[in-house]
């Protein structure tokens, strides 16, 4: 059941973020980097997925720009440095998982350790 509604949700961000391109390219405009992001709740199973564009920065992501700065600056997800914060040590692991522009996955102990390495890639204003 869990996996046939995460379908449905996340459907609809692969189908705008997979044809968002397409368009750009018809129109003769430069394509863009395209992400489909996601981070779920290893406790519950619960997931937020969104889409992230950048040159230029837009899609659901509600910190676009600051996240595609991000991806700019480390040249990748896996190398992009977050905003250092203390952090408790609560157990409550998170995995963080794009594809599209860069396939990535990595978890990590709670969302306040995801946000501090990863900064607003996946800060999805919880």
Not at 23 to 31: D, F, R, T
Not at 100 to 112: K, L, R, S, T, V
Request: with cysteine; proline share 5%; hydrophobic share 40%.
């Amino acid at each position: 059941m869990k996996r046939t509604a995460l379908a449905l949700v996340a459907a609809p961000v692969l189908a705008s973020a997979l044809v968002a391109p397409v368009h750009a390219a018809e129109a003769g405009q430069a394509s863009s980097s395209v992400y489909v992001l996601s981070v779920r709740d290893v406790s519950s199973g619960s997931i937020k997925a969104l889409s992230l564009q950048c040159d230029p920065a837009g899609g659901t992501h509600p910190r676009a720009e600051a996240a595609c700065e991000a991806i700019a600056e480390g040249g990748s997800i896996r190398n992009a440095k977050g905003e250092d914060r203390a952090c408790t040590m609560v157990h409550d692991p998170v995995v963080a998982t794009a594809s599209g522009a860069e396939e990535y996955q990595q978890e990590f102990p709670n969302h306040c350790m995801l946000t501090s390495e990863k900064g607003a890639i996946f800060d999805f204003g919880n």
